[in-house]
């Protein structure tokens, strides 16, 4: 986060104390909070300090605004603390790392069904909007690389996407300079559509976007609709415009739950797709994958050679220095838990996604926006009259330590207000009762039909809550 300017008042005061409570002891002078202490002090007092302070965190399995993992294994903490000092970028020195990135990247290729007949290229990155950029930028060279050599303009790149996408999406298109041509929401659809795509594209386009799993409803783009669009494209116009498929949530459910579904590199547009280890990969943050149809489609400019870590060593990042731990950990999970294990896993979310739906449905208070039959996430708005907003409400459930986002759809469905349940491991049926229970008591609070607060009953004889 970009620091904030600091108000000078609660500088000052700042500057006057700093301390908790199990911290006292160790101090006879107040710890500055907005510059670096004259003297250190013992490692146990500054443990004692931060982690204190972090008790005003939410906490993370009550955590379904994220989709980023909360909680892995024992023997993956194991592993993740046994090279959380590896430096990944350090081929030489810890090459072994390196070697395993290497076959992450051609697992994932593989189950993204890249052709065989191609080497599998790729790299893991922070996260997705890494991936993106990295994948986008790909494409723009390429792009301009084509016009190039035919010696047409390459004044005006433009990316084609939906409103629907990820911020990250914007961020390319500033960052790097390309227009970004964004196409609309319904008011009554929440995806993008092939006949919007085609009124977008031209000679310019250096690629198009499709999500699978939108961040707004978890729906998908209608992805082999594109694709065919651009195929037809390829053919008519002799614009070969590349697909990049964001399956930041989507590509690790899809491939096991729905492998049928045709969305990756068996669509011959679709040239790159970038997954988040950290979402349903179930790695904690911070990892993304971004893997290519084929070599061609990375272009070797952008690729880098450094010799000053003791070999001549190729990276295609924005970031140099990044730690191992969490590509480890990947390598771990797709170790352990293999398709069979990845597919219950997927299933089980899935189902307790669909459970939930089904009983907010069944509340009679929401309509139910996306019923999770893709992606575990359950996106609801509330029924017209209503006395209260879904801002309430996620306000209200936050008494209790759920975190639910509410917020509003983009243009042209910016005056729908959702609220977004984003399902995962940790979130058992049990839970979705609880939570059912609690949003249907906001529900009475808000409407002025209960009066009580939201903290559970205690049974006075067995000493257990009572919903
Ligand atoms: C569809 C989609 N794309 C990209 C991103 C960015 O992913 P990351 O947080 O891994 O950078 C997200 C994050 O939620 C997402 O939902």
């Known amino acids: 986060m970009i620091s904030k300017k600091v108000d000078i008042s609660r500088l000052e005061a700042s500057r006057r104390g700093h301390a908790s409570t199990y911290s006292t002891r160790y101090f006879e002078e107040s710890v500055p909070k907005y510059e670096v202490p004259e003297e250190g002090m013992p490692a146990n007092a500054a443990y004692e300090l931060v982690h204190d302070e972090l008790n005003l965190d939410g906490n993370p399995a009550l955590n379904l605004a994220t989709f980023v993992t909360t909680w892995m294994e024992p023997e993956a903490d194991r592993l993740i603390m046994e090279n959380i000092g590896k430096n990944y970028i350090d081929h030489f020195e810890y090459p072994q790392a390196e070697v395993i990135h290497e076959r992450v990247v051609n697992m994932l290729a593989r189950l993204f069904n890249a052709p065989e007949e191609t080497a599998f290229v790729g790299t893991g990155t922070v996260g997705s909007s890494e991936a993106i950029m990295l994948g986008l930028l790909a ?252 801002f309430d409400l996620s306000h209200k459930l936050r008494e209790r330590g759920w975190i639910i986002p509410a917020y509003t759809l983009p243009p042209n469905a910016d005056k729908i207000a959702i609220m977004r349940v984003v399902v995962k491991e940790n979130f058992s049926r049990d839970m979705a009762d609880l939570l059912y229970d609690d949003v249907v008591k906001a529900c009475g609070v808000l409407e002025g039909t209960d009066t009580e607060a939201l903290a559970p009953k205690r049974s006075p004889r067995k000493g257990h809550f009572v919903n």
């Not at 290519?292 to 952008?302: I, N, Q, S, V, W």
Request: charged share 25%; glycine share 8%.
């Open 139 to 390: 494409h723009k060279w390429a792009w301009r690389k084509r016009r190039q050599e035919r010696g047409e303009s390459c004044e005006k790149p433009n990316a084609v996407f939906g409103a629907d996408v990820h911020v990250s999406w914007d961020k390319f298109a500033k960052y790097f300079d390309v227009e970004p041509r964004v196409v609309p929401m319904e008011k009554d659809r929440f995806t993008l559509s092939a006949a919007a795509v085609a009124e977008h594209v031209d000679e310019n386009t250096i690629c198009v976007g499709a999500i699978l799993g939108t961040t707004f409803t978890g729906e998908a783009d209608p992805i082999k609709e594109v694709n065919d669009l651009l195929v037809e494209i390829k053919k008519k116009q002799g614009w070969d415009i590349p697909l990049h498929v964001d399956a930041a949530s989507g590509g690790f459910i899809t491939p096991f739950v729905n492998p049928e579904l045709e969305w990756d590199f068996r669509l011959p547009q679709v040239k790159s797709i970038n997954v988040s280890g950290h979402k349903y990969g179930l790695v904690y943050p911070g990892l993304g994958w971004l893997l290519f149809r084929d070599h061609d489609d990375l272009p070797e400019d952008l690729i880098f050679y450094v010799n000053y870590l003791g070999d001549e060593m190729p990276t295609y990042t924005l970031n140099f220095s990044r730690g191992s731990a969490m590509i480890l950990a990947q390598y771990y999970n797709l170790l352990r838990l293999g398709r069979r294990g990845y597919t219950r896993i997927a299933t089980n979310v899935l189902g307790n996604a669909r459970y939930l739906a089904e009983r907010l449905a069944g509340s009679g208070k929401f309509e139910v926006l996306n019923t999770a039959q893709l992606l575990p996430i359950v996106t609801v708005k509330l029924k017209e009259p209503a006395k209260f907003t879904v």
